[in-house]
């Protein structure tokens, strides 16, 4: 499944689709079928990719915060076929649990660098390269798109397992 392939490396997928889009927004600017924004507009959205890539990070720490919390009270350790326990108890025992929790971590990651590289380009970028500045954001912005699609999957995911989970229960 193209999902399959796109979790084994998400950060090299979101790089290429941000390079692409990136590349592109460069190739239309260059055919004059877009124009650049104004200086003090490209770092006004600077400032904005860096505010939501940090807010961001923020509420997928507190996700996993929470994750880690309901693992912190879950009843078993080992997963068993034949187990009466709640879906949800019997995903914290798999490595689903420890995927989840590593693309999770994973994001929270590339969305600081994203942060740290919109700041340091937006103070230190000489001021005859700031109108160059466009590029980043078209970056910084697919890999916070890319990045909030990769946590939607995933909590997507879990829903289903809550789901199913109240199904059971329910009959």
Not at 46 to 52: A, G, L, S
Request: charged share 20%; with cysteine.
């Amino acid at each position: 499944m193209i999902l399959d392939k796109y979790f084994k490396r998400p950060f090299v997928w979101d790089s290429f689709f941000a390079f692409l889009f990136t590349t592109l927004g460069h190739l239309l600017v260059c055919k004059q079928i877009i124009i650049k924004p104004k200086i003090e507009d490209c770092i006004s959205i600077t400032t904005d990719v860096i505010n939501i890539s940090l807010t961001m990070s923020g509420f997928i720490l507190t996700l996993l915060t929470v994750l880690i919390t309901f693992k912190g009270g879950s009843r078993i350790t080992k997963t068993e076929i034949d187990s009466e326990e709640t879906l949800f108890d019997l995903f914290f025992a798999t490595g689903l649990y420890h995927e989840t929790v590593r693309h999770l971590k994973n994001c929270i990651k590339s969305l600081i660098i994203v942060a740290i590289i919109g700041f340091t380009t937006k103070v230190f970028c000489p001021e005859i390269f700031k109108a160059n500045i466009f590029y980043f954001n078209i970056f910084g912005f697919t890999i916070i798109m890319m990045t909030i699609f990769r946590c939607l999957l995933i909590l997507e995911k879990i829903m289903d397992l809550q789901k199913e989970n109240d199904e059971k229960q329910n009959s």
